[in-house]
């Protein structure tokens, strides 16, 4: 998906600095954070949202969370955070590409909105 922004990034074209890469995801900081912490986890892998994923990615999906929850004890975020995918228009999901949003360092409130 060339003109997909997140397959540009994981691909290495924009630039951007990985906090995370192997060979399934990579893990950047948002551009626009919402919080202290705020990064972005991705695969590497073309999948537009969580409604197309399938019984295959189920190894992947475990492996995002396990990167997750180790880019959280790096981040020093042992009083909590928040792991956030949208999914769909009306999800708020604004890249057609799956993607995890981990946030943390401050307390967070719900209902998120």
């Known amino acids: 998906m060339s003109e997909c922004i997140f397959c540009k990034i994981a691909a290495g074209e924009m630039g951007t600095e990985f906090l995370y890469e192997d060979d399934q995801v990579v893990a950047f900081r948002d551009l626009n954070p919402v919080a202290p912490v705020?990064?972005?986890?991705?695969?590497?892998?073309?999948i537009p949202s969580a409604?197309?994923?399938?019984?295959?990615d189920n190894d992947l999906?475990?492996?995002?969370?396990?990167v997750i929850r180790n880019?959280?004890?790096?981040?020093n975020l042992?009083?909590?955070?928040?792991?956030?995918?949208?999914s769909g228009?009306?999800?708020?999901?604004?890249?057609?590409?799956?993607?995890?949003?981990?946030?943390g360092g401050r307390q967070l409130h719900w209902p998120p909105g």
């Open 89 to 103: 228009r009306e999800g708020g999901q604004t890249v057609q590409h799956l993607h995890f949003h981990l946030l």
């Open 51 to 56: 409604n197309d994923l399938t019984e295959d």
């Open 78 to 86: 042992d009083q909590g955070f928040r792991i956030v995918n949208n």
């Open 71 to 75: 880019l959280a004890q790096k981040e």
């Open 61 to 66: 999906i475990g492996h995002i969370f396990g």
């Open 38 to 46: 705020h990064i972005l986890v991705i695969p590497k892998r073309h």
